[in-house]
């Protein structure tokens, strides 16, 4: 899944994905402040590494899990 991903992103296609169920897109214009906490948090089973946290202009925060194996990618 992971190589059909990146080879529809890297073709432009990133709509496709977006059409997936629990998907969407937050353009940079619309994000106010991003906070990165690296506390590990318990429902996981300390297989993350924290949460990154997107405050957007209209108020609204969206919170992800990051996982250890893609800190890396986000940083």
Do not use: P, R, W
Request: proline content about 0%; some cysteine; overall charge neutral.
């Amino acid at each position: 899944m992971e190589v059909e991903y990146d080879t529809k992103m890297n073709n432009n296609q990133a709509s496709d994905l977006l059409q997936k169920k629990h998907n969407f897109s937050i353009a940079n214009t619309e994000v106010k402040q991003i906070i990165m906490d690296e506390k590990k948090i318990l429902h996981t089973g300390f297989h993350d590494n924290g949460t990154i946290s997107f405050t957007l202009t209209n108020g609204k925060i969206h919170s992800f899990i990051i996982l250890k194996n893609n800190l890396t990618f986000i940083c």
